[in-house]
């Protein structure tokens, strides 16, 4: 009887474990939901480091004693301008926006703000994304809900538009909105 080397056996158990992996992924609650170990957590400080001319983000503007909103953007997405008019809407509306821009240059980036309007009370400047890491930040854009104490209600990961913001970030804006009066 020929003997069976361990190799031979090999592929077939990885492409079963790639199988088991993305059947389990498949029925999923939410497939398309990215988790966040933020939720429930107080926010981590962000940069010092404001974009040009624009206030720094300080550690009160984090626990503002109302629900705050804090936006990573970058000048470069398309995604992030597209929701830049909701933005400038909610500010307008009295809603604190705190802008992290992240992986981005600080000429187009103030110039972005300058030619657009700018939403936030403070923008903060992270070149190297790594405020946008210990916020576990995948691409911008990205909105977290912060309650009155700074802790992080919920976060969302794309652009402020369409009907997943309204279904989702909507709502759950609301919720904090009520939690916090």
């Known amino acids: 009887m020929a003997k069976v080397s ?3 056996i090999a592929p077939p158990l990885i492409f079963a474990g790639f199988v ?3 059947g389990i992924g498949m029925f999923r609650d939410d497939p398309s939901r ?14 010092p480091l404001a974009l040009g001319d624009y206030p720094p983000v300080t550690a009160e503007a984090l626990a503002t004693g109302e629900v705050t909103l804090v936006n990573f953007w970058a000048s470069w997405c398309p995604p992030c301008r597209a929701e830049h008019p909701n933005l400038l809407e909610m500010a307008a509306a ?15 980036a103030t110039s972005y703000l300058h030619d657009d309007g700018n939403p936030f009370a403070a ?6 994304g790594r405020t946008a890491i210990d916020w576990g930040v995948t691409a911008p854009p990205e909105t977290f809900i912060l309650d009155a104490e700074g802790v992080v209600l919920f976060r969302f990961a ?9 279904q989702r970030f909507v709502p759950a ?9």
Do not use: C, W
């Not at 804006?173 to 009066?181: D, I, Q, R, V």
């Open 158 to 166: 794309g652009p402020l538009i369409g009907s997943d913001y309204e």
């Open 6 to 8: 361990p190799l031979m």
């Open 123 to 128: 923008v903060a400047y992270d070149p190297q």
């Open 34 to 47: 990215l988790p966040s170990t933020m939720i429930g957590q107080s926010a981590p400080a962000i940069t």
């Open 94 to 108: 009295g809603m604190p926006i705190i802008g992290v821009n992240f992986k981005d240059t600080e000429g187009p």
């Open 173 to 181: 804006l609301e919720k904090a909105m009520g939690e916090g009066s």
């Open 20 to 22: 088991a992996l993305a």
